[in-house]
């Protein structure tokens, strides 16, 4: 190998090196701010995942195992669905579950976020700010429900998921919101794990025509 050749080994070498030092301090001081319990920190540091400042926790957590990103995801997420109307009285295991699915959801002001008539691919808590249901004078806002036409849906458990239920309304947002996000996949499941104890459907009851 020439010198010039050598020379760009090495410097690859020192880049990579630095990126890794990088990852590691970013990791480190994310898990930190949310307070992880030292064994899933200590899952979380033997994971092969990568991030930089500014990507989101939904970017980091979706990188590893999935044992690992439920866990904490029920960490960062059980103590404030608790305050929340959606889930406040509902059943701790069933909450728990939940929790390990739950995904934290933004989006800005004057953005739509469903279409009258458009399949539904999610459903969304509302924890802040504000939409507005076109052509019906009504607003959503924190501890509202939006996607519910998933619920009914999700309870026929024969149901393909190429044959998605359209949304009734069209809503928009009018405020940037902030908000938790079960996927429909992810609310099909939950629904079929536990159907037979009627538990899914009691704890969105209000929410089912």
Same mark, same amino acid.
């Given at each position: 190998m020439d010198k010039d050749n050598s020379l760009s080994a090495l410097q690859c070498t020192e880049v990579k090196e630095d990126r890794q030092r990088t990852r590691q301090r970013v990791v480190e001081e994310w898990m930190e701010y949310h307070q992880l319990p030292q064994p899933l920190k200590k899952q979380a540091i033997q994971s092969e995942w990568s991030a930089t400042r500014g990507v989101n926790d939904e970017a980091m957590l979706d990188s590893l195992p999935c044992d690992t990103r439920f866990e904490i995801r029920r960490h960062l997420y059980l103590k404030i669905t608790r305050t929340m109307p959606l889930f406040a009285d509902m059943d701790d295991v069933l909450l728990n579950v939940i929790c390990g699915y739950l995904r934290t959801f933004t989006?800005?002001?004057?953005?739509?976020?469903?279409?009258?008539?458009?399949?539904?691919?999610?459903?969304?808590?509302?924890?802040?700010?504000? %939409?507005?249901?076109?052509?019906?004078?009504?607003?959503?806002?924190?501890?509202?429900?939006?996607?519910?036409? %998933?619920?009914?849906?999700?309870?026929?458990?024969?149901?393909?998921?190429?044959?998605?239920?359209?949304?009734?309304?069209?809503?928009?947002?009018?405020?940037?919101?902030?908000?938790?996000?079960?996927r429909i996949d992810d609310v099909k499941l939950l629904a079929i794990q536990f159907h037979h104890d009627g538990k899914f459907r009691y704890a969105f009851k209000r929410y089912i025509a």
């Open positions: 989006s800005n002001e004057g953005t739509y976020v469903a279409f009258e008539g458009e399949p539904i691919h999610q459903m969304l808590s509302i924890f802040d700010g504000q %939409l507005e249901i076109l052509n019906a004078n009504n607003c959503l806002g924190p501890g509202d429900l939006c996607g519910k036409e %998933l619920l009914e849906w999700c309870l026929h458990t024969t149901t393909s998921t190429e044959n998605l239920k359209p949304a009734t309304q069209t809503i928009k947002c009018t405020t940037d919101i902030e908000a938790f996000a079960l």
